[in-house]
């Protein structure tokens, strides 16, 4: 493994007797032999057993799996797939429209948000790096977020023989059902047809859609013939897909390196698999939330992302979190806060409101652009020039400090995630970490981490309100 991301949660932890984090360990270690007997009895396709249905087990051995096939196969396996297509549809178009929702949406965004440039779609296609700009839809019924959408495309894209002109659209729906992403794709698709011809090739080569094997997305892929349409396999999650085509396909179009994404996964799936508690991020992070909850009531995992980049991924763990362990009256309340910018909102609650809390603070060591500092000045009115030729990231490195040490000083618990730079490959583990530690949790509180019930029965209430079969 090149690096492993560290996890230290050895602050929050001195709020409870290192005996009861032994006796957790103990218990999480047994959570773990569980996960991977989950994993030997999805691969079997024997039966499983009613109180482990759904068991979506899929997305833990996946990265390594894809890593193996670029190896043994001569095309390069799905990954190679991915590539190619996605090198296609870089190559001949300058927008490409994301539809899909909840786990067929946040995953992508995080990834874009975190491995982009933050004024991506603002940058000439060249200083881009010749990939398109990215927007989301079909995650909401927003009517005006979609008609501006819809404005922005037709009046920047009167001309279909200019690369610059052209726009594409990648819908991703597991289901193939959910009302959002399907209504979002047809307002799309013919707003699409009408520019480039409803019967042209160009309609629908540049429409890939990613869906479950079955479904009505998946009939429509094929009544309409797209040249190409990836899998979401059976057995992975929506909320864990993202290290599928689902996040990996839109990725790799936008130029993101997705074998480094999936190396991350699967180096730290292989840490959680083989390492004992003290240097195991996943079995680690899992026993500080646990004994913390049950011990000292921190009943909301507040995950602190320093700087803007991770905000994405945070949501997207608010998710994962809450469909995953959210079930039969439990389950820890995700929460993602942004700081410095949320230490001027949520601040004074988190420091001194209900002690229900743990502070987790995703910490990234350095930048990945130049290091901007504060300008020396003639005047200084302002009183900066003490600080003049510091660095950003050295005062964001004392604002973590500073709050960290009010937090402790009101007994707040804190613990840090900390990677060197946020690059697809500590992003990989990131991700993979967040998925394995929901899981292996789930085992310890006996909740299933996989299924949503409450997601689909609001589905099927809507649809039936609507009068949709
Ligand atoms: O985690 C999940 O399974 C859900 O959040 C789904 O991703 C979400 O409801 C979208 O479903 P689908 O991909 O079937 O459109």
Redesign the pocket.
């Known amino acids: 493994m090149a690096s492993q991301l560290i996890y230290d949660g050895s602050v929050a932890r001195s709020s409870v007797t290192q005996q009861r984090i032994t006796e957790v360990e103990e218990k999480l270690l047994q959570a773990r032999d569980v996960v991977f007997e989950d994993v030997e009895l999805f691969n079997s396709n024997g039966i499983v057993p009613e109180d482990k249905q759904p068991l979506d087990a899929g997305f833990i051995e996946f990265p390594s799996r894809l890593l193996k096939d670029i190896e043994a196969k001569t095309d390069g396996g799905l990954v190679g797939q991915i590539e190619r297509v996605a090198a296609e549809l870089r190559d001949n178009i300058d927008r490409l429209v994301v539809l899909?929702?909840?786990?067929?949406?946040m995953g992508m965004r995080a990834l874009f948000e975190a491995l982009c440039s933050p004024v991506h779609n603002e940058l000439s296609r060249s200083q881009r790096g010749g990939v398109p700009r990215l927007y989301f839809e079909g995650n909401n019924v927003d009517n005006d977020s979609v008609q501006a959408l819809l404005n922005l495309l037709e009046t920047s894209c009167r001309d279909k023989s200019d690369v610059e002109q052209r726009w594409g659209i990648s819908v991703?729906?597991?289901?193939?059902?959910?009302l959002e992403?399907a209504v979002a794709f047809r307002i799309f698709r013919k707003a699409l047809e009408g520019y480039y011809g409803p019967d042209s090739s160009d309609s629908r080569r540049f429409v890939v859609p990613i869906t479950?094997e079955i479904?009505k997305l998946r009939n429509l892929s094929n009544t309409t013939e797209y040249p190409e349409v990836f899998p979401?396999p059976d057995g992975i999650?929506?909320?864990?897909?993202v290290l599928t085509a689902v996040g990996l396909f839109p990725a790799a179009v936008l130029g993101i390196d997705i074998r480094q994404l999936l190396r991350g996964a699967a180096d730290i799936t292989e840490s959680f698999r083989t390492q004992p508690p003290g240097t195991n991020p996943v079995l680690d992070y899992t026993a500080t939330c646990h004994a913390l909850e049950v011990d000292q009531g921190a009943n909301i995992r507040v995950l602190t992302t320093w700087g803007k980049r991770l905000e994405a991924f945070g949501l997207w763990y608010d998710?994962l979190l809450s469909?995953s362990l959210g079930k039969q009256g439990q389950g820890a309340t995700p929460l993602t806060v942004v700081n410095t910018r949320d230490l001027h909102s949520r601040g004074q609650q988190h420091q001194q409101g209900k002690g229900d809390k743990l502070f987790t603070n995703i910490v990234v060591e350095s930048p990945a652009y130049d290091v901007q500092t504060v300008p020396e000045s003639n005047r200084d009115e302002d009183d900066l020039n003490q600080i003049a030729g510091k660095g950003l990231p050295e005062i964001l490195a004392a604002a973590t400090k500073g709050t960290n040490e009010a937090y402790h000083e009101d007994g707040r618990p804190t613990a840090d995630i900390v990677i060197p730079q946020l690059d697809a490959y500590y992003l990989g583990q990131l991700l993979q970490m967040m998925m394995l530690t929901t899981v292996v949790e789930g085992r310890l509180i006996n909740i299933n981490p996989y299924g949503?019930p409450g997601?689909e029965m609001y589905?099927t209430n809507m649809k039936r309100i609507l009068g949709i079969d």
């Open positions: 899909g929702i909840g786990g067929s949406y991703i729906s597991k289901s193939g059902g959910t992403t479950g479904g979401i999650g929506g909320r864990f897909s998710q469909e949503q997601v589905k």
